[in-house]
């Protein structure tokens, strides 16, 4: 259909379905096991509802916001995803033109199928670029990923902490790995008979832990978020080891099954630093993503403490369906959602919505 046509996020996905090979597909929407966790990151946002207010004029509303430091359109950013050409045979650098236009910063995924530099070379001056970095055993070339990101101007470094082992990935195992096309920075792709995760991430340190972090700081002045933390107990870890935030994250219900959704495990986070009188956390952001398909849904997790969300599957979607054309529409869409949903929630900008604004009860809010 004509790319007009396309009115929600959902669209995308199923014209993917549709579309796509049977390998991008199986790669892109598979979970881990029974993908109970994936699901949950969907429902979990369906049960929280608004308090809207009425009558707080709201001829403009202002969605855009200031993520560690930089400034940018809505609070949401495109989290980093594997091997983008399995969706469109220009991969990656798509959704950094599509980002560029919209003014939405993309979180570069250590296993693109793009290299690093294609990636940073289709940005726009001032655009902002994070990198999510898997952590080789092989420390040096973590660190040569790191150096040459913040001399190019990254703005920031998100861990992945939650895939020390691939999750099973069912759907994705079956397929054989074949992505000719790719420009995976790590070389050592091995086991090709189980899917494209397990064929890409052989590299990852398992060994990684806490006393690991300090190692980091030495290597960069970025800032370093952990991604895929998912109890409060960690997210004070990650204080106390001078991280600047969080991402509370399944990894899209791709890593442990029955780990809970980002949202749920927010509201559990926010409330255990109240208790200790510790928020908000100076210089620490905490971030969510998992499930995310409509604006109100961010503005949920905003409500609730969040200072953005990540999307990851709907981009692929839209970028396999349409290209850069397909992301700039999926982005456009998500503004007009903030638009009218912050003038019928009764906010007109982002730091009008609290916590007194949802109910939240079935995540634990009281
Ligand atoms: C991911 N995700 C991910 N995370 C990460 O840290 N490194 C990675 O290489 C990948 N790769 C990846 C590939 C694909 C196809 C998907 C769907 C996801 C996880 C990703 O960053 C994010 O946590 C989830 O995608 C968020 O859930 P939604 O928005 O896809 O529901």
Redesign the pocket.
């Known amino acids: 259909p004509d790319l007009a046509e396309v009115l929600s996020l959902h669209d995308f996905e199923h014209l993917a379905n549709q579309i796509m090979s049977r390998k991008g597909w199986a790669?892109?929407s598979s979970g881990a096991d029974d993908e109970i966790t994936m699901r949950e990151?969907t429902l979990a946002f369906q049960r929280i509802w608004f308090r809207p207010r009425v009558l707080r004029n709201v001829k403009t509303v202002d969605y855009s916001t200031t993520l560690l430091g930089a400034k940018t359109s809505m609070p949401i950013y495109i989290?980093?995803?594997?091997?983008g050409k399995l969706g469109h045979k220009e991969g990656e650098v798509l959704l950094t033109r599509a980002a560029g236009k919209h003014d939405v910063i993309q979180m570069i995924?250590?296993?693109a199928s793009c290299s690093l530099d294609e990636m940073l070379d289709a940005a726009v001056p001032g655009q902002t670029q994070w990198l999510?970095l898997?952590v080789n055993a092989n420390r040096s070339l973590t660190q040569k990923i790191i150096e040459k990101a913040e001399t190019r101007g990254v703005k920031a470094l998100f861990i992945?902490v939650d895939?020390p082992q691939l999750g099973r990935r069912e759907k994705d195992m079956r397929m054989k790995f074949d992505d000719p096309g790719s420009k995976v920075q790590e070389k050592n792709v091995v086991e090709r008979g189980q899917g494209a995760a397990r064929a890409i991430s052989s590299f990852i340190d398992s060994s990684l832990s806490w006393e690991d972090l300090a190692w980091f700081k030495t290597v960069t002045k970025l800032p370093i978020l952990l991604?895929g933390v998912q109890c409060y107990e960690d997210v004070l870890l990650a204080i106390k080891a001078g991280m600047q935030g969080v991402v509370l994250?399944n990894?899209?219900g791709?890593q442990l099954e029955f780990a809970r959704s980002g949202i749920e495990v927010l509201v559990e986070v926010v409330s255990e630093l109240k208790k200790r009188n510790m928020w908000p956390v100076p210089n620490f952001e905490i971030m969510i993503?998992?499930?995310?398909r409509r604006a109100s849904d961010v503005l949920k997790a905003v409500a609730l403490g969040a200072t953005a969300v990540?999307?990851?599957?709907?981009f692929?979607y839209a970028m396999s369906t349409y290209g850069q054309e397909g992301v700039e529409q999926a982005m456009q869409i998500l503004k007009d959602e903030f638009e009218m949903n912050l003038r019928l929630i009764g906010a007109p900008k982002l730091s009008d919505i609290g916590p007194e604004m949802v109910d939240a009860k079935s995540v634990g809010l009281h």
């Not at 989290?79 to 091997?83: M, N, R, S």
């Not at 990540?310 to 709907?314: E, L, Q, V, Y």
């Open positions: 790669y892109y990151n989290t980093g995803t594997a091997l995924p250590t296993l999510q898997y992945t895939a991604k994250s990894h899209g791709r993503d998992g499930g995310v990540g999307i990851g599957r709907p692929l």
